[in-house]
């Protein structure tokens, strides 16, 4: 009976002292309150501490595989093929990653000259824009004015308006499909990719669809190799870069347009649903000349 009036007595002071000693809630401090706050300082970069478990360098080191050689006897069959990706698809959600957006790649190669783009009067790559020129597409000037809150003095500045990323909606791809005699094997080839930008009117209304320009995907692969894609699958382990997204085709899009004698698009005579019923049509159309050939 007088070991549990002992153990009862010693958890009953227990209790006591870690009550005595506890801190309310309330007066715990937090990094939100005001007195402990103080100002941040840039980190060197040799300094700053790693953001993962190891340092990941793979896709900053690898190297593009060169197309094989072709010849042109060797092309028996080929179509130019353009289409669309809207990066609000499910599965082209990565090319509008906030974090490094697909633009903003293509963008910032071109302004500091890692790659040429060309204007968007055509799609056959014919007049090459300067890095100054590519900065200056998109982005608007506007004068605003604003009073000294001193001597109330009206002033008059002028502010440069960026191309902002997210008004970036939709791809366009120009693409090579063609039958290779020498492995007797259907092949694609990506030619051009195009950013298309949503233009709206003073009230925030959308008014079109501006091309901003076009860039020769065969130069850009080394840029899209070192740039990581996000991968969707969950496994942050297994990075994937963006030229072994467009390589292996993993996006969703659609057929806007084929090479044709008037050079004209689908929703140029079609509309609704036969339109999508006849990019489906053009899609089946190639898959099937492959499997045509060995038929008989």
């Known amino acids: 009976m007088k070991g549990v009036f002992k153990i009862f007595s010693l958890f009953a002071m227990m209790l006591l002292f870690s009550t005595a000693y506890a801190q309310v809630p309330e007066d715990i401090l937090t990094s939100d309150d005001d007195d402990i706050l103080t100002e941040s300082s840039d980190v060197d970069e040799e300094d700053k501490p ?3 478990i190891v340092e990941k360098r793979l896709t900053e080191e690898r ?3 060169k197309y094989e050689t072709l010849r042109e006897a060797d092309v028996f069959w080929q179509k130019t093929i353009w289409r669309v990706i809207d990066v ?19 963008m910032n190669a071109a302004v500091n000259g890692e790659i040429d783009v060309y204007s968007a009067e055509d799609d056959k790559f014919t007049y090459k824009l300067e890095p100054d020129e590519v900065a200056s ?3 608007s000037v506007d004068t605003i004015t604003t009073f000294d809150p001193e001597t109330y003095e009206e002033k008059i500045e002028v502010v440069t308006n960026e191309l902002n990323p997210e008004d970036v909606k939709r791809f366009r791809i120009k693409e090579i499909w063609f039958f290779d005699e020498q492995s007797s094997t259907m092949k694609v080839r990506i030619l051009g990719i195009a950013p298309l930008i949503d233009v709206m009117d003073d009230n925030g209304n959308f008014k079109y669809e501006k091309l901003i320009f076009w860039s020769y995907y065969p130069q850009c692969r080394e840029l899209f190799a070192r740039n990581q ?3 969707p699958s969950g496994n942050d382990a297994s990075p994937m870069s963006w030229e072994d997204v467009l390589e292996m085709r993993y996006f969703s899009s659609y057929i806007y347009k084929e090479s044709n004698v008037y050079d004209r698009r689908l929703k140029g005579y079609l509309s609704g649903v036969d339109l999508l019923l006849e990019a489906d049509k053009i899609k089946q159309q190639i898959f099937n000349f492959e499997q045509d050939l060995w038929s008989y």
């Not at 609000?88 to 903003?104: D, G, H, I, V």
């Open 88 to 106: 609000r698809e499910k599965m082209n959600l990565p090319f509008a990653y906030p974090e490094k957006p697909f633009f903003t790649i293509l």
């Open 137 to 139: 597409i998109g982005a």
């Open 63 to 65: 190297r593009v595989l």
């Open 229 to 231: 894609y996000f991968n």
């Open 50 to 52: 790693l953001n993962d």
